[in-house]
């Protein structure tokens, strides 16, 4: 475990994270717009059609010494935090076209298989980092405004900051 302090810790393994994704991907499916620590819940979702790569701490929880004998939470009574991140991609999606007409059953299937190739991808990436302590859940996102997508969740372990 790390001893940077903890959100610069964080930050570092969101860029991380992030970068092993855009490395494990060929060039030509990088996404356009990389956002490597989202600010709040999520990023607006538009113009970005060859996608949109997010990581966000989704939760941060501590876990107390089982030796612990105080009632209360304090600074000394944490063992070490367990951080969840969400890593998303969104990429755009066939959409009902200018004369009204739903896109094709083989678009809508090539829409499908590109999201099983990113979830792929993410989860090899996601699976090669040392930090991460578990993968948690992967779901589909959308489609929602033109776009949809994956979200992976994962966590990581924090020492806690040293009782002085």
Known sequence: MATLPIDKLLVDRCVDTVNAILTAMPTEDHPDRVIYVVPGQEVVWDDNCTGQLTARLSSFLPHRSTNTKTASLTKCSIDYWTASVEITLLRCAQVVDNQ?????????????????????VILEAITLLDFVDDVVTWEPIGPEGGFYGNRWIFTLKVDATPCD
Request: charge should be negative; hydrophobic fraction near 35%.
């Open 100 to 120: 009204g007409l739903a896109p094709s059953p083989t678009e809508l299937t090539a829409d499908g298989l590109r999201g099983l190739y990113d979830m792929r």
